[in-house]
Each structure stands twice: as structure tokens, then as C-alpha cells.
């Protein structure tokens, strides 16, 4: 009696794995939620992991206040229907001082409001291992990047002090005030996560299927007018396209493709036909070539 | 990305049917700087369409910023990741890169070839199941290819691929092929490889990698990528002895209680008699639970969680296996180990070990050889280096259910974690068992140290003296010991005068050395307060973690710290045995404070300045602990 187990099997399993050494071993851990689909298919696999208990820890949400506001219903919707612990943070000093990526730039908002709100956020519960959505297939920098990243007491991550890996043996240990990473889904590319997707049938927010929305373009990208906090430059009118978008971030910061995808496999068959890699809606990423490795030493996720 | 273009196209939802089907193969490409591992890796990338258009510009133009190759475009740049090691030109660390074709996904891991990077590779061999080793066709079999085959087998890799590359320099010619392979499978005899396959490559022109190249007429086996679509791997691990380490505890209310983990071997049914280990108790399968439904049987690789027939006592670190075939149970082994910090491996030195699914204190108990990796050469060594190799006995602090790594790789490795700075420092294969460890049956003795201790009326303890050499640890523990004995109390004082000659007469003053002679008088130590005496020991014990080590040892509040501080100059002033002078002299080596390291305790029980206070008024200070801290209580025993 033996059975093929695919290649999804086979990655669902060494997530789960993942998930059930961190519950373990870790004394306060927390599953970092971002609403996109990648998170999605993380918390899919932590319902998994424990079924039939809940996943031992809480979900975390670190909230710009810019995300679009269907990211924030389903969020939760989703965690309310999983029956999950759902934290919201937000950095209250960031919202004091008015930032945000039209006033102070994507660079400072996203500095201020996510990768400082995490750092907040992990030392103010105490958090000694974050999980995260995080793959190697993402970006070059991180192909390299350990499923269990230690992070210092200041929240650096260093790229030549790495602790080797080896089977899937995990060392979690770590000082006091020091944390640990985990990425488990590491080994999923993006075409795997969209045919688990599709295979599980793992609802996924609708701003990844195409329909009519308000956008504008600007500097050659298409942003879609979420609210009212939107400044509008001269000659700029809200139109009306069938744009669906990539990632999900920031409204103002994640630009929409315009496409006539408006079901999931559509989605797929139009990522499978084109040719540009999908973290080019995303302008943070527009950098040099070392960028997200200086941004991870520096504790962006 | 264009896998069944057409279908894509015509029938997405069929498409994605058959991609939901493909199965993987995890892979390690190896070979020396300048092989052209990252250019083959690049390639597989590239021709496999896994490069997306704006990555294709963004490695155009740094093709042309730093590429190597011209104006042609430079595949490795595709792979290399860090920024420093781009600068630098070499890969310095394990990079993972993924691919698919229509047959399977695969994750290859892609491992430097330097000579100091044993370790990088041992990380990249051990998931990996074919090792792709890259050689040179111009230069042949290298002192490098047999290194890397040492460590693929060393980690059980049991298929490999030897791609002779750069053809296209050497003509396409057979010869040269041919005769690699014979030289090759000559000294890979022994090695343990299940399956070579030799395949003439170019990974710059692409020859023989996704097709048969014309330019090889004469060669008929497969072509790289053909021969990773189709070698089987995993059959044997699901028709091996079923194993699964526990992993967590699934209870979610009362009336279920399951036991998680990922099935490291075998198949498991329904209805199957199965043993928890170390326990040894049995039960049977009552069901095997998933989100997705329960299911009749599963296999390895598979996620569960299992629930039983009986109330059985198991918790996380346990291994439940099929009745009839369970795996070992014992806590000595011997077992290979690779070294992986720059902090040399001292035997004697206590160190974590952890399984897949337990963590627990232990030691390396015996170095008994390290092999030089480029001669296979087995030399004795008193210590293991980063990146070496050495056979050792390993003694953890409790049992474990284990197979031997040849036969398991799940269920015979470890890694091995230092007690300080908590990295990984080594990891190790287990090879077998220690015969010891299931003959020696601790008795429960009647007379035992509680006993012993209420009969001299006394609480027993040690009262562990550290500091410099000349620090006055011997004066002002004689002087407890006189204030002891005084009382009525049962005393002892070891130190280097009565130790050294005797019990450590075999051991010199190397770090290794120093850790054996801490170890020992630990031990000894141990035995004398379970005999229920007050021992005070005088050694300068330099090393924090020994210092530990035998705290750990000893039973709560047995093991007192007296750290003795005294500045340097204050010893080399009085320098009571005349050793200062020597090692200013530089007539004796490894002398602490000089050119080996005193490590003062952070958080010492007791800490005396005798440079600051007369040794009996130290001693007064001792005294007043002990009494204050219930050791010297009129009925001595009981008062913990």
C-alpha cells in the first residue's frame, strides 16, 4: 500500500511541520496575517496543522490604516469564521504625527507605519517567534534565508550569521529578547501557491479577481481611489476599468493590472501567460538590486 | 513560463488538473569554483521558463554591470543572492531555487565549493535526494569531487549525477567522458551510491541538459533534465518500518487526545498494533485524523494525527512505531559529526541535542578519530575543528528511539546546540547504539544520599572555589573546611595538589584537557555528596559552560558558587608557586590570565576579594551563607 504524495502534499506537509515545532517549542508565538493570498494559504495550513484544535496562538495584523478597506472586512470575516484570536496593531505615534505614503512618501509610511509597527508590536506582546508568508522563490535575497530566521534583540537580521539548517531538525532557541522568524511556506513558489489555491479552494479577498473599480493612473501605474484620503493631482479623474491587483499592500502603494480575469482560474491562466514577476505592482520593491536584503537587516519583515 | 503552452491556453482547468499532480525531487548541485554550477542552475532556470520577463531585463543589465561572459548574459548571476557575496563574485552560502516542469517541481539546492564550506554543503546534502557533482571536463576527477562525494554519502544521499561539464572546451569528445566515469566509479566504490549517471554537458551552450545535444551523437542516456524527471527516490521510505516522532500533543477538549507528527517512514493503518517509545507501551490505531477527513492509512511524508485504542502515556520527544519492528531505544551512541562553529568541539564539554522532535542536555563522551575529507584519512584528535569530520561516543541526558541514519535519515539525526549562544554548532548521524546503555541498570539503593546525609546530620554540598591561580581559593577553603570540621561536619577539599597526581595525572593544560579535569572532579565531587560529605573544591575551572555542566550535575541547591576575585596583578604579585613568573617568561604555555582565558561567573553564589579582605574574614562570609542558607542548620538534613 503506497500512494504518490504530490509535490503540494508534500509542501503542505513540511508547512504543517513547521507549524506544529513552533506551537511546541516556542513559549508566546504569533502568526503575522497580511490579508494577501499567501497569508491566506498560511493560516489555510495552521487550521490544518492542529485541526481538530485551533491553532495554539493569535493572529496578528499589523494595520497602515491605508490597506484597502476590503482587506480589513475580510480579515475579519475570515478570522471570526476560523474562530482565530485576531490582534490588530497599529503604530498610534505614527497616526499622531499624520503619516502616511501621500504626505511623507512610501519610503517613510512604510518605515513608520509597518516596519516599526512590528517591532512595536512583537515587543510589546512579548512575541518569541513570528511566522510569516515570506517564500524564497520571492526575491534573491531570500533564497538564501533559513525557514527558522533568528532575529536579534533590536530585531536585525544578519545575513552572514546565519544557523545552519539541516533535515527539518529546527533550532529554536534563542535569549531572552531575541526572536525567531519562521517562514513556512519558504519552498512554495508562487505558481504553487495559486494551484493550492485553486486545488483547496481557499477563499482569497475579490481585489485579486478583476472587476470595475475607480482607479487613476499615475506615473504609468494604475491606483485604484479607495477613499476619500486620496489626493487627486490636476487632470486626474477617477475612471472606471476592470483592473484586479497582484499583491496587496496600501492602496496608494500597490498598483492594479488592467484584466478581464474575474475568476481564479482566469487569474491563473492570465498570471501563466504573462511575463512580468509579480512583485512589480509593489513600489517598494522598485530599488536597487540589494534593497530587500538591506531592508530585511534593517527588520522589515 | 511555459508548460503545456497550449493547454494553458485552451483548457486551463486540465492544465491545472495535471499540475496538480506532479510530484518533486529535491536535488544539490555541487562542484568547485568556476565549475559552472550556478551557470547549469541558471540554465535549468532560464530554459525551463521560470524566468519572468522583467527579471530576464534585470539580469541583462547586470550581465553587463558584472557578468563575466561578455556580452552574453551570465547565468549565474541569476542565482547568486547576497550582496556582499555579489560583490565578492562566489556563492557563499546555501541558496534554494525551484523549478517545474510539467512531470515534477523541483528544489535544488545550490552549495559552494569552497574548500572551508564542508558545512554549507552537509546543509544543502541533507534534504536533497541526487547529487548533481559538476566537473570540470578539462580538469577531471579533483580532490574537491571527492570531497563533495564523501559528504553526499556521508548525508545518505544515495543517487548521483556526474555532469562532465564544459564539453564544448574539450571538443564533445568521448573519450574524455569516459574515462572521468571509470576514474569516477573506481574511487566512489565505497561510497554507498545506490546509482551513477554520467552525462556530457555544456552548461553555458546547453548541451545534453534539456535535450540531447547533436553535438554528442555518441551519447544515449538521458539528458540532465530528462534523468530528474524520472529517478524514483522515495518508494523504500514507505515500505521501511513505520515510524512517527511525536511532535505535539492534540487536545482540543477532553474527550480527544491525538498525537501529531509527520510520518518519518513506513505506512500506518487503521487497526494496526503499534508501541510508544521509550515506554514501550502498546496500543492500537483507532484513527488517523486530518482536516481534510480521516483516513484508512498513510505514509511517509504525510502529516497526521494519530489517535489510539488505549490511554497511553506519551508526550512530545516519543516515537510511535509498529509493534513488531520498533526502532532502538538508548542514550550512547556513536555517531559522525560534522562541526560547524568556529568554537572547536571539546569533548567532555556538555552541549543540547536535539532530534526532529526532542531536545536534551548531553555530551561527547569520546573523539575517537576525525576523517581528513580529501584523503578519507581517519586521524586521532583531541577536538574537532569548523568543518570537520570525527567519529565520536555521544551521551545524552535521557533515552531516545532512534535508527541508524543510513537507514532513516529522520530518525538518526541531530543537531547539535551550544548551551550559550544557542546556535547550531554540529550536527551528527547516529551509526549505532552503545551496548552500555542498556546493560548498566541504575539500582534503587535503600541507603541512598538522603539517608546518608541525615545520618552525619548535615546537608551536603559542594562549595565550588573558581578563580586565578593564586587567588588564595585553596587558603580560604582550608580555612571553611578547619570552621566545618570545627562543627561536627563531614568535609572534603579536592584540589589540583590531590588531583593532579593522582585521579588527573593524564591530563595536560589545553582546553581539552582543562575540561576532562573539570569534569572528572565533578563527577567525583557528585559521588561525595551523595555519600553525604561537604566538599569544597579549588580549581581555577576557567570555563563557565564546564562550570555549568557540573552545576547541572548536582541537585537543586547542592552546587554553590565561590567566586574568588582577585585582580591579575594581585596574583602575579604574590604568585605563591612561583608560575607567574613562568609564563611571563614564556616557559609554560596555556596559563590562565595569559594566553588562556579566565571566564569570570556572572552570577556567583558566593563572591569573596581577597585582595580586599583577610582569607578568614572570606571565610567568615562563607560561613555566614552556609548558615544563612539552611546548610548548617543543628539538624542538619531537611531545610532545602
Excluded at chain 1, 64 to 89: A, P, Q, S
Excluded at chain 2, 89 to 96: C, E, F, K, L, Q
Excluded at chain 2, 552 to 562: D, Q, R, S, T
Aim: with cysteine; net charge negative; hydrophobic share 35%.
Amino acid at each position: 500500500m503506497t500512494k504518490t504524495l504530490t509535490h503540494l502534499k508534500r509542501l503542505e506537509a513540511e508547512s504543517i511541520q513547521i507549524m506544529r515545532e513552533v506551537a511546541a517549542e516556542a513559549e508566546n508565538p504569533v502568526m503575522l496575517y497580511s490579508i494577501g493570498k499567501d497569508s491566506s494559504v498560511m493560516l489555510h495550513l495552521a487550521m490544518k496543522a492542529f485541526y481538530p484544535s485551533k491553532p495554539p496562538f493569535p493572529v496578528m495584523h499589523v494595520d497602515t490604516t491605508w490597506k484597502f478597506r476590503e482587506m480589513i472586512e475580510f480579515r475579519d470575516r475570515i478570522c471570526k469564521e476560523n474562530g482565530l484570536d485576531l490582534i490588530v496593531h497599529i503604530n498610534e505615534e505614527g497616526v499622531k504625527e499624520g503619516v502616511g505614503p501621500f504626505t511623507h512618501g512610501s519610503a517613510t509610511h512604510t518605515d513608520v507605519m509597518k516596519t516599526q509597527a512590528l517591532k512595536q508590536a512583537i515587543d510589546k506582546y512579548k512575541f518569541d517567534a513570528a511566522f510569516g508568508g515570506a517564500r524564497r522563490d520571492e526575491e534573491k535575497s531570500r533564497a538564501k534565508e533559513r525557514v527558522f530566521s533568528f532575529r536579534s534583540a533590536q530585531h536585525r537580521w544578519d545575513p552572514k550569521n546565519q544557523r545552519p539548517e539541516l533535515w527539518s531538525v529546527y533550532n529554536t532557541r534563542k535569549a531572552q529578547g531575541e526572536s525567531i522568524r519562521v517562514f513556512p511556506l519558504s519552498n512554495w513558489t508562487e505558481l504553487d501557491i495559486w494551484q493550492y489555491i485553486h486545488l483547496e479552494n481557499i477563499e482569497i479577498p475579490s481585489l485579486y479577481l478583476s472587476e470595475k473599480r475607480p482607479v487613476v493612473e499615475r506615473d504609468g501605474q494604475l491606483f485604484m481611489v479607495d477613499d476619500d484620503r486620496m489626493p487627486l493631482r490636476d487632470g486626474e479623474t477617477p475612471e472606471m476599468k476592470m483592473v484586479r491587483f497582484r499583491t496587496l499592500g496600501c492602496y496608494p502603494l500597490t498598483g492594479a493590472v488592467e484584466s478581464e480575469a474575474s475568476t481564479l482560474t482566469d487569474v491563473i491562466q492570465e498570471m501563466l501567460l504573462t511575463t512580468t514577476s509579480e512583485r512589480q505592482g509593489r513600489v517598494i520593491d522598485h530599488d536597487s538590486a540589494a534593497s530587500m536584503e538591506k531592508k530585511k537587516q534593517e527588520g522589515y519583515f | 513560463m511555459a508548460h503545456q503552452d497550449d493547454l494553458i491556453a485552451t483548457d486551463i482547468d486540465a492544465y491545472l488538473k495535471a499540475q496538480e499532480e506532479k510530484s518533486m525531487l529535491r536535488f544539490i548541485t555541487c562542484g568547485s569554483v568556476d565549475d559552472g554550477k550556478s551557470t547549469l542552475i541558471g540554465r535549468l532556470l532560464y530554459d525551463s521558463k521560470m524566468i519572468f520577463e522583467d527579471q530576464l531585463n534585470a539580469l541583462e543589465s547586470d550581465s553587463k554591470k558584472m557578468g563575466t561572459q561578455g556580452e552574453e548574459i551570465d547565468f549565474a548571476l541569476l542565482v547568486d543572492g547576497l550582496a556582499a557575496e555579489r560583490e565578492q563574485g562566489i556563492t557563499i552560502d546555501v541558496a534554494y531555487r525551484f523549478f517545474s516542469t510539467d512531470k515534477r517541481k523541483f528544489i535544488v539546492a545550490d552549495t559552494p565549493g569552497h574548500e572551508q564550506y564542508t558545512r554549507n554543503m552537509a546543509t544543502g546534502a541533507s534534504t536533497a535526494d541526487v547529487a548533481i557533482l559538476l566537473i570540470d571536463a578539462r580538469k577531471g576527477v579533483l580532490t574537491q569531487t571527492r570531497r563533495h562525494s564523501f559528504i553526499a554519502s556521508l548525508l545518505g544521499i544515495k543517487h548521483v549525477v556526474l555532469a562532465v561539464n564544459k564539453m564544448d572546451l574539450v571538443d564533445y569528445d568521448q573519450k574524455v567522458l569516459t574515462d572521468i566515469e571509470l576514474e569516477y566509479r573506481e574511487f566512489a566504490k565505497n561510497f554507498g551510491f545506490k546509482q551513477i549517471v554520467s552525462i556530457p554537458v555544456s552548461a553555458l551552450k546547453g548541451d545534453n541538459i534539456l535535450n540531447h545535444s547533436e553535438n554528442t551523437p555518441w551519447y544515449n542516456g538521458p539528458c540532465l533534465l530528462e534523468y530528474l524527471e524520472t529517478v524514483e527516490v522515495d518508494d523504500d521510505r514507505q515500505t521501511a518500518d513505520f515510524r512517527m516522532p511525536v511532535q505535539w500533543v492534540n487536545r482540543p477538549n477532553l474527550d480527544f487526545r491525538g498525537f501529531s507528527g509527520s510520518i518519518a517512514s513506513g505506512t500506518v493503518r487503521v487497526g494496526d498494533s503499534v508501541k510508544a517509545l521509550p515506554s514501550a507501551k502498546e496500543s492500537k490505531i483507532k484513527s488517523i485524523v486530518t482536516y481534510d477527513g480521516e483516513l484508512d492509512y498513510a505514509v511517509a511524508g504525510e502529516a497526521v494525527t494519530l489517535t489510539l485504542e488505549d490511554e497511553i502515556d506519551i508526550s512530545r520527544g516519543d516515537v510511535i512505531a509498529g509493534k513488531d519492528n520498533p526502532p532502538e531505544v538508548a542514550d550512547q551512541f556513536e555517531a559522525k559529526i560534522i562541526w560547524m562553529s568556529d568554537e572547536a568541539m571539546l569533548p567532555g564539554r556538555p552541549y543540547l541535542f536535539k532530534t526532529s522532535n526532542k531536545m536534551m542536555p548531553g555530551v561527547v563522551t569520546d573523539l575517537k578519530n576525525k576523517v581528513n575529507v580529501n584523503t578519507l584519512e581517519e586521524t586521532a584528535a583531541k577536538k574537532l575543528e569548523l568543518n570537520e569530520i570525527g567519529r565520536c561516543n555521544i551521551n545524552l541526558d535521557s533515552q531516545i528511539a532512534f535508527d541508524p541514519y543510513d537507514t532513516n535519515r529522520e530518525m538518526g539525526s541531530f543537531i547539535i546546540i551550544d548551551r550559550m549562544t544557542n546556535n547550531t554548532v554540529g550536527v551528527g548521524m547516529i551509526d549505532f547504539a552503545l551496548r552500555r546503555a542498556s546493560n548498566i541498570h541504575w539500582q534503587a539503593m535503600d541507603v541512598d544520599k538522603e539517608a546518608r546525609a541525615e545520618q552525619k546530620h548535615q546537608k551536603p554540598a559542594v562549595l565550588w572555589f573558581t578563580g586565578l591561580s593564586g587567588s588564595g581559593k585553596s587558603t580560604v577553603a582550608n580555612i571553611v573546611e578547619k570552621r566545618l570540621f570545627a562543627r561536627g561536619r563531614h568535609t572534603y577539599v579536592l584540589d589540583g595538589d590531590n588531583v593532579r597526581h593522582g585521579l588527573n595525572k593524564d591530563l595536560g593544560f589545553t582546553d581539552a584537557d582543562r575540561v576532562e579535569n573539570i569534569r572528572r572532579v565533578g563527577e567525583v565531587s557528585k559521588l561525595m555528596v551523595d555519600a553525604g560529605l561537604m566538599v569544597m573544591t579549588s580549581f581555577i575551572s576557567p570555563f563557565k559552560t564546564e562550570r555549568r555542566m557540573v552545576r547541572e550535575m548536582m541537585g537543586e541547591g547542592e552546587f554553590i558558587e565561590v567566586f574568588v576575585d582577585t585582580p591579575i596583578e594581585v596574583c602575579a604579585e604574590r604568585d605563591p608557586k612561583g608560575l607567574y613568573k613562568k609564563a611571563k617568561a614564556g616557559e609554560i604555555k596555556n596559563f590562565t590570565g595569559f594566553d588562556s582565558p579566565y571566564e569570570e561567573p556572572e552570577r556567583a553564589d558566593i563572591h569573596v576579594k581577597t585582595a580586599e579582605f583577610a582569607a578568614e574574614k572570606c571565610a567568615d562570609q562563607i560561613i555566614e551563607y552556609l548558615e544563612e542558607n539552611g546548610y548548617l542548620n543543628a539538624n542538619g538534613n531537611g531545610q532545602r
